[in-house]
Nanobody, 117 residues
C-alpha cells in the first residue's frame, strides 16, 4: 500500500528554518512528480511546492518563493522541503503526495509546522 511518512516539523520562531522530509513507499517514487501541500485548520489544502520526476523542474506557490526549496532523492524514495525565513502564516500541517492528477486520495499524517514567537 501507498504510504507517506512526513517528518521534521516543529515549533520555530518567525525567521527560523525547518527541513521537512517525506519518505514514500508503495509505488515507484522515481516515476512521478511530487509535491508538498499544507493545510491550516479551517482552510483548504494548498500546494506549496512541486518537483518534477528527476528534480530538475520545481514550482512554488507565490507566498513561499525565495524562502522554500523542494528537492528529492529518488535513490532514497525521499523528498525534502527546506523552509527558511518562516512566517506565522506558514503555520500548517505539511503533507506530501504525488503532484496534480496522479495525487493519491489517501494522505499521510503530515507534520505540524508552527511558527510563533
Amino acid at each position: 500500500q501507498v504510504q507517506f511518512v512526513e517528518s521534521g516539523g516543529g515549533l520555530v520562531q518567525p525567521g527560523g528554518s525547518l527541513r521537512l522530509s517525506c519518505a514514500a513507499s508503495g509505488f515507484t517514487f522515481s516515476n512521478y512528480a511530487m509535491a508538498w501541500y499544507r493545510q491550516a485548520p479551517g482552510k483548504e489544502r494548498e500546494l506549496v511546492a512541486g518537483i518534477s520526476i528527476t528534480g530538475v523542474v520545481t514550482k512554488y506557490t507565490e507566498s513561499v518563493k525565495g524562502r522554500f526549496t523542494i528537492s528529492r532523492d529518488n535513490a532514497k524514495n525521499t523528498m525534502y522541503l527546506q523552509m527558511n525565513s518562516l512566517k506565522p502564516e506558514d503555520t500548517a500541517v505539511y503533507s506530501c503526495n504525488r503532484d496534480g492528477p496522479f495525487r493519491f486520495s489517501s494522505w499521510g499524517q503530515g507534520t505540524q509546522v508552527t511558527v510563533s514567537s
